[in-house]
C-alpha cells in the first residue's frame, strides 16, 4: 500500500512557474512507476508526465512537452513536476498516481496505475 500526498499547487499567472511534489509512504516507492495526471472541470482526467521506476525513461503528454520536467527523488520518497511556461489551459486539479508494475515503459491510462493522491490545484491566470 502506497500513500501520495501532492502539494505545491497554486494560483500562477501565465508564463510563469510552479513545482509541484507528490510525498509517498512506504519503503517499496523505489520500485513503482510515477506518473502525474489532471482533470479540468467538465473533462476526463489525462495523462501530463511519468517516470519509471528506474528513474530511465520518462514521458509527456504533448501538450506539455518542453515546458514541464518530471524528477524522483528515492531517497525523499518524492516525485516532483516542474512546470514552467504554464498557460491558462494547464488550469487543472493534478493528481500523482503510482504503478506496481516494473515495467521499461511510462503507462498512459489511469487504469495501469494502483495508487492516487487527493490532488491538488493549480490555476493559471491569463
Known amino acids: 500500500q502506497v500513500h501520495l500526498v501532492e502539494s505545491g499547487g497554486g494560483l500562477v499567472q501565465a508564463g510563469g512557474s510552479l513545482r509541484l511534489s507528490c510525498a509517498a509512504s512506504?519503503?517499496?516507492?523505489?520500485?513503482?512507476?510515477m506518473g502525474w495526471f489532471r482533470q479540468a472541470p467538465g473533462k476526463e482526467r489525462e495523462f501530463v508526465s511519468g517516470?519509471?521506476?528506474?528513474?530511465?525513461?520518462?514521458k509527456y503528454a504533448d501538450s506539455v512537452k518542453g515546458r514541464f520536467t518530471i524528477s524522483r527523488d528515492n531517497a525523499k520518497n518524492t516525485v516532483y513536476l516542474q512546470m514552467g511556461s504554464v498557460k491558462p489551459e494547464d488550469t487543472a486539479v493534478y493528481y500523482c498516481?503510482?504503478?506496481?508494475?516494473?515495467?521499461?515503459?511510462?503507462?498512459?491510462?489511469?487504469?495501469?496505475?494502483?495508487?492516487w493522491g487527493q490532488g491538488t490545484q493549480v490555476t493559471v491566470s491569463s
Open positions: 512506504g519503503r517499496t516507492f523505489s520500485s513503482y512507476a
Open positions: 517516470i519509471t521506476w528506474s528513474g530511465a525513461n520518462t
Open positions: 498516481a503510482a504503478d506496481r508494475q516494473r515495467l521499461p515503459i511510462v503507462a498512459v491510462t489511469t487504469i495501469a496505475y494502483d495508487y
